[in-house]
């Protein structure tokens, strides 16, 4: 039986990339109080990330080129103060998919709700 990706998003993907977010943050000298605004979590969720605590597939991202220049992007938006990462969470977990950052057990299906509609209704522009 497939299982909804969002799952496996929400508990993997996202802590991920906020933690690959929170280091590129942190080595620009931003506070974890500012990084924690950006991100839209509390400050002990940075302390967390920083410390390696939370966002375990991280290292994947980072080792990924093309992941990792998709972060460097999200994190140049991230500039922008209208910018929400939460708001982008299926973009960044289609670009894990495709990037195959993170770990799918052989055998099991996953499915993604926004590509099944756009297969049965057609993409919307």
């Known amino acids: 039986m497939a ?12 802590p991920a990339t906020r933690a690959v977010i929170a280091e590129k943050l942190h080595k620009m000298n931003a506070s974890q109080s500012y990084i924690s605004k950006k991100l ?3 400050q002990p969720a940075v302390s967390q990330y920083l410390k390696g605590a939370r966002g375990k597939v991280a290292d994947e991202m980072i080792k990924n080129k093309r992941m990792s220049k998709f972060i460097e992007e999200v994190v140049k938006n991230m500039e922008d103060e209208s910018y929400d990462l939460n708001s982008h969470t299926c973009e960044i977990c289609r670009e894990a998919r495709e ?7 052989k055998g099991k299906d996953f ?9 049965d209704h057609g993409k919307q522009d």
């Open 3 to 14: 299982e909804i990706f969002c799952k496996k998003t929400l508990m993997e993907i996202m």
């Open 40 to 42: 839209g979590t509390t």
């Open 99 to 105: 990037n195959k950052v993170i770990d799918v057990p």
């Open 111 to 119: 499915l993604c709700p926004i590509e099944l509609m756009e297969k």
